[in-house]
């Protein structure tokens, strides 16, 4: 059974940092891109970012670019997310999910997700 | 301000057929595969429909998916109480170089 599990969420002042795990079982974690797509309250789903089998390609929103840095451990099967800079409107659940085979991208298991506010 | 526009919300009664558009242009749906995501209540997202029109293991084909051109649909027949969600579409966007979603669209079986 496919199993992503975030961690590291919490309350952070703007301008901190705070980095998001995700602890992935139950499939070849080396052989999938892997992404964080992330919900503030209330409102739709944003993409965040993607990362290749072998962390040698990433894609971030340009909302994230020079702050967030996504990257993954294979031989733990993890995958993480570096935030600094942190801003109000970084404020949402942050969701890992799994890219899954086909024609193209898209997410095929997602974790529970781990939410992460930006406040003074 | 999405890139891919959805109607905000649709409703139908249960058992009726109700369909999502997703619109977009060439540099997103126009040239790439669309998924379709499932949000119930306080629930995580689920995979619906993806490349365009296929369904994943487990997804009753009450679910369904089309393309064409710069638009995308979602298919839903035999409405049920359950089925009573989030729906959101999403692909590549080449000029963004970037996944984007629609707005999302929300269900109601009345």
């Known amino acids: 059974e496919v199993q992503l599990v975030e961690s590291g969420g919490g309350l952070v002042q703007p301008g901190g940092s705070l980095r998001l795990s995700c602890a992935a079982s139950g499939f070849t974690f080396s052989s999938y891109w892997m992404s964080w797509v992330r919900q503030a309250p209330g409102k739709g789903l944003e993409w965040v970012a993607n990362i290749k089998q072998d962390g040698s390609e990433k894609y971030y929103v340009d909302s994230v670019k020079g702050r967030f840095t996504i990257s993954r451990d294979n031989a733990k099967n993890s995958l993480y997310l570096q935030m600094n800079s942190l801003r109000a409107e970084d404020t949402a659940v942050y969701y890992c999910?799994?890219?899954?085979?086909?024609?193209?991208?898209?997410?095929?298991?997602w974790g529970q997700g781990t939410l992460v506010t930006v406040s003074s | 301000q999405s890139v891919l526009t959805q109607p905000p919300s649709v409703s139908a009664a249960p058992g009726q057929k109700v369909t999502i558009s997703c619109s977009g242009s060439s540099s997103n749906i126009g040239n790439n595969y669309v998924s379709w995501y499932q949000q119930l209540p306080g629930t995580v997202p689920k995979l619906l429909i993806y490349d365009n029109n296929k369904r994943p293991s487990g997804i009753p084909d009450r679910f369904s998916g089309s393309k064409s051109g710069t638009s995308a649909t979602l298919g839903i027949t035999g409405l049920q109480t359950g089925d009573e969600a989030d729906y959101y579409c999403?692909?590549?966007?080449?000029?963004?170089?970037?996944?984007?979603f629609g707005g999302g669209t929300k269900l109601t079986v009345l």
């Open positions: 999403g692909t590549w966007d080449n000029s963004l170089s970037a996944w984007v």
């Open positions: 999910a799994r890219v899954g085979y086909g024609s193209s991208w898209h997410f095929d298991y």
